[in-house]
């Protein structure tokens, strides 16, 4: 990140010995709290990508399931229309 890369040049500056100033401790913690704002979001990204899974497992068990009641379904209605003609044989 560029933050760290001017921390890094700070420390490493010709002719000037290791300064800890007040613009040094700053770009120090805005690095610490750039580095914990990025963990922070790669751990909510990888919840979000796990109940997405997860949210996709349980869409393809309803489609299993109404796939399946649409097929009974349909049997159930060739059944009445079966039973019916078996009731009465001049309907047909």
């Keep these: 990140m560029f933050n ?3 921390c890094q ?5 010709d002719g000037i010995e290791l300064c800890h100033d007040k613009p040094t401790l700053e770009l120090h913690k805005e690095n610490y709290q ?5 963990k922070t979001m790669r751990d909510k990204l990888d919840q979000t990508k ?5 949210v ?3 869409l393809k068990i ?10 009974a379904l349909n049997v159930d209605q060739k059944c009445l229309q079966y039973r019916e003609q078996l009731e009465d044989p001049d309907r047909n």
């Design 50 to 54: 796990a109940i997405h899974n997860i």
């Design 9 to 13: 040049g700070m420390l490493y500056r």
């Design 34 to 38: 750039l580095n914990n704002s990025v």
């Design 56 to 58: 996709i497992e349980h």
């Design 4 to 6: 760290e890369t001017r």
């Design 62 to 71: 309803i489609e299993v399931q109404l796939w399946n009641k649409t097929h």
